[in-house]
């Protein structure tokens, strides 16, 4: 059961901005054939070198916090990186360690992605997360286990509503914030030699996403909106991003909000109506 709270300072919506800081892992994850890639792998790395910069300096023109699903893998080989995210108020959750599918590998693998990526995090810094979103959202009995075993406060990887709920497998269950492929730069921009999305026009996603905004503030609730540092963290499609805020800063009816502020919000009401 999906509920509405009260947002705080009365507004009418929540918002959360979220980053998947993939980096190489995005890439090694996907086959040892890619670490030789390095054409590939450097435009990984164009993410964290280039696209988080930016993207900090966005979110801090307009002072919002927000999330960074970070690889294990990521910080161990980008130094510094979460301790700037964290110094700059964001909240850093657990993207597995090496992005690998979960749906694709062994329930052994699937609990080494998490207590490796937990272990890396930690040793960069990083507070225990309390959120996951799992590589491609493709989350598995195992997986789910493991995130309830481990005692993750909510994930971030199923779309059965578009308001938080608290998703159940076989007797278990666990806070869910959900997403959609609509609301993530991927799916337009996500493009490589081999294939991948398409190399769209950004002013559709600026159109589709203050759509999705207006509908959160007429209904009340929460949605929040995922992105990848090496692909929106180009100038030109951060400047639509921009847009999109500006349009949500303008109504001044929004609070935005990192997603584990969000779980807090909303789990004394969806866990107590379980």
């Known amino acids: 059961m999906a509920t509405t709270p009260t947002w705080p300072g009365g507004k009418s919506a929540a918002v ?7 980096a190489e892992a995005g890439w090694l994850g996907e086959g040892a054939e890619y670490a030789r890639r390095l054409t590939i792998l450097s435009e990984a790395r164009y ?8 993207i900090l300096d966005l979110l801090a023109r307009h002072d919002i916090p927000a999330t960074f699903f970070v690889p294990g893998h990521t910080a161990e080989i980008h130094d510094g990186l979460v301790q700037t995210l964290l110094d700059a108020g ?15 590998v062994s329930a052994t693998d699937q609990v ?28 598995t009995p195992e ?28 007797g278990q269950s666990i806070l869910e ?38 509908s959160a503030r007429a209904e009340g609730r929460h949605t929040s909106f995922t992105m990848h540092p090496e692909v929106i963290g180009r100038p030109y499609r951060l400047a639509h ?16 909000a990192r997603l584990d502020d969000i779980a807090a919000t909303v789990a004394p009401r969806l866990l107590a109506a379980r």
Do not use: Q
């Open 143 to 170: 997986t789910f286990e493991l995130l309830v075993d481990r005692g993750f406060a909510y994930d971030s990887s199923c779309m059965g509503d578009d308001r938080p709920y608290v998703e159940h497998w076989e």
């Open 241 to 256: 991003l921009e847009r999109v805020i500006e349009h949500m800063v303008a109504s001044d009816d929004v609070h935005f």
């Open 47 to 54: 993410g964290v070198t280039r696209g988080v910069p930016r």
């Open 90 to 104: 964001h909240e850093v959750a657990h993207h597995g360690y090496l992005h690998l599918r979960s749906d694709k």
């Open 177 to 214: 914030i959900p997403v959609h492929w609509s609301l993530d730069d991927w799916p337009r921009f996500g493009w490589n030699i081999d294939g991948g999305g398409n190399v769209a026009d950004p002013a559709e996603m600026t159109r589709t996403w203050i759509s999705e905004f207006e």
């Open 112 to 139: 080494e992605e998490i207590d490796r990526g937990l272990d890396a995090l930690a040793k960069a810094g990083a507070p225990a997360p309390r959120g996951y979103r799992s590589t491609s959202w493709e989350l």
């Open 16 to 22: 959360s901005l979220t980053f998947d800081v993939d």
